[in-house]
């Protein structure tokens, strides 16, 4: 089989940790290129994982026609340019989360990728629930749980309690567009276990510290993403989805998806690593997956599959990211809008 060629632009923590070594890790897969935000660094990273090139601008990985498919690991705000232009260029496409900006440049990846179906456009997923997914997929498809009445997600981060600390990228709009804290990568769990978008949604936030340090350091600047944020949605069953992101926050923190319904709740506590299930008349247990339904980190090799066997993207494709993009500007909306209902 031909060699694939991947070129990396954009190599964080993420990418480091995962994507390359990854991709790396798989027979015939070869990474040539890598470009990251200065010319050092990405000499660095091309001597730390023995990459044979590097280039100066992302535009120079895209044009390679050595290059086969783009690796994009950079902040939100590359993701859109990038992947149009990659994909316009005949080449594959694995971009890191969050998908865009906004929706609006989603939907343009979107039919960018429409307009080239033969080639693979995937978004690295929401990977907190994997292990348990399929296990809480087959409860909801039994039914055991009755009527489902309300699921929730908390998570709680001490990123924003420093106001002495500089802007970080996630603060960032210019950066990070309309995603806030980890609101979408959140969201996205509760879309991939019910397969259907609420109706509309109310959110209210806050920014404590209104004026931050760029991250130069040069100059203050104001704060446009909320430090902490809730949203509830309504689904058309009547079904509520109660959301709570906060980043100003210390110590150990919640971290938990609870759904409910009129038989059963299952609550997944992500820093206990348990799945729990407690029935009307019942006593509270743990759920083991079973082996076959455990799930784990594929997504380089999910990537390759999908370009050499033609294997269908299921985590994630564009299609899942424009959805969950709708709900994060939804939230921006409602938020702009002193907390108004909003359509989805």
Same mark, same amino acid.
Request: aromatic letters at 6%; charged letters at 25%.
């Given at each position: 089989?031909?060699?694939?060629?991947?070129?990396?632009?954009?190599?964080?923590?993420?990418?480091?940790?995962?994507?390359?070594?990854?991709?790396?890790?798989?027979?015939?897969?070869?990474?040539?290129?890598?470009?990251?935000?200065?010319?050092?660094?990405?000499?660095?990273?091309?001597?730390?994982?023995?990459?044979?090139?590097?280039?100066?601008?992302?535009?120079?990985?895209?044009?390679?026609?050595?290059?086969?498919?783009?690796?994009?690991?950079?902040?939100?705000?590359?993701?859109?340019?990038?992947?149009?232009?990659?994909?316009?260029?005949?080449?594959?496409?694995?971009?890191? +989360?969050?998908?865009?900006?906004?929706?609006?440049?989603?939907?343009?990846?979107?039919?960018?990728?429409?307009?080239?179906?033969?080639?693979?456009?995937?978004?690295?997923?929401?990977?907190?629930?994997?292990?348990?997914?399929?296990?809480?997929?087959?409860?909801?498809?039994?039914?055991?749980?009755?009527?489902?009445?309300?699921?929730?997600?908390?998570?709680?981060?001490?990123?924003?309690?420093?106001?002495?600390?500089?802007?970080?990228?996630?603060?960032?709009?210019?950066?990070?567009?309309?995603?806030?804290?980890?609101?979408?990568?959140?969201?996205?769990?509760?879309?991939?276990?019910?397969?259907?978008?609420?109706?509309?949604?109310? +959110?209210?936030?806050?920014?404590?510290?209104?004026?931050?340090?760029?991250?130069?350091?040069?100059?203050?600047?104001?704060?446009?993403?909320?430090?902490?944020?809730?949203?509830?949605?309504?689904?058309?069953?009547?079904?509520?989805?109660?959301?709570?992101?906060?980043?100003?926050?210390?110590?150990?923190?919640?971290?938990?998806?609870?759904?409910?319904?009129?038989?059963?709740?299952?609550?997944?506590?992500?820093?206990?690593?348990?799945?729990?299930?407690?029935?009307?008349?019942?006593?509270?247990?743990?759920?083991?997956? +079973?082996?076959?339904?455990?799930?784990?980190?594929?997504?380089?090799?999910?990537?390759?599959?999908?370009?050499?066997?033609?294997?269908?993207?299921?985590?994630?494709?564009?299609?899942?990211?424009?959805?969950?993009?709708?709900?994060?500007?939804?939230?921006?909306?409602?938020?702009?809008?002193?907390?108004?209902?909003?359509?989805?």
């Amino acid at each position: 089989m031909k060699k694939l060629r991947i070129g990396v632009v954009g190599a964080g923590a993420n990418t480091r940790l995962r994507h390359i070594p990854g991709l790396q890790a798989i027979e015939g897969v070869i990474v040539e290129v890598v470009c990251n935000r200065s010319e050092a660094s990405s000499r660095s990273v091309a001597e730390a994982f023995s990459i044979p090139r590097i280039a100066n601008v992302w535009q120079d990985v895209v044009a390679d026609p050595d290059i086969d498919a783009i690796c994009i690991g950079t902040w939100p705000y590359l993701h859109a340019p990038i992947t149009i232009a990659a994909l316009e260029a005949g080449k594959h496409v694995l971009t890191e +989360a969050r998908m865009a900006m906004n929706a609006g440049e989603g939907e343009a990846m979107l039919e960018a990728s429409l307009n080239h179906p033969e080639l693979v456009a995937q978004i690295v997923p929401s990977p907190f629930t994997l292990k348990w997914d399929a296990t809480i997929k087959r409860i909801l498809e039994s039914g055991e749980l009755g009527e489902l009445r309300e699921l929730s997600f908390s998570k709680a981060l001490g990123m924003n309690v420093d106001s002495n600390a500089p802007l970080n990228w996630r603060q960032d709009r210019k950066l990070s567009g309309n995603n806030t804290l980890m609101l979408g990568i959140y969201y996205e769990v509760v879309q991939r276990w019910l397969g259907v978008e609420p109706e509309r949604l109310l +959110a209210n936030g806050a920014v404590f510290t209104k004026q931050r340090r760029s991250g130069s350091g040069k100059e203050l600047v104001d704060v446009e993403v909320p430090e902490t944020i809730d949203v509830l949605a309504e689904y058309e069953n009547g079904m509520r989805l109660s959301c709570h992101m906060t980043g100003v926050e210390l110590g150990s923190g919640s971290d938990c998806y609870v759904i409910a319904g009129s038989k059963g709740t299952l609550r997944l506590d992500l820093k206990a690593g348990q799945l729990m299930k407690a029935l009307l008349g019942g006593k509270e247990s743990v759920v083991e997956p +079973a082996a076959a339904d455990v799930g784990d980190w594929n997504v380089e090799a999910d990537f390759v599959n999908s370009i050499q066997k033609g294997d269908a993207i299921r985590l994630t494709n564009f299609e899942d990211g424009l959805a969950y993009m709708r709900f994060t500007d939804a939230a921006i909306k409602s938020l702009a809008e002193d907390s108004a209902w909003v359509s989805l």
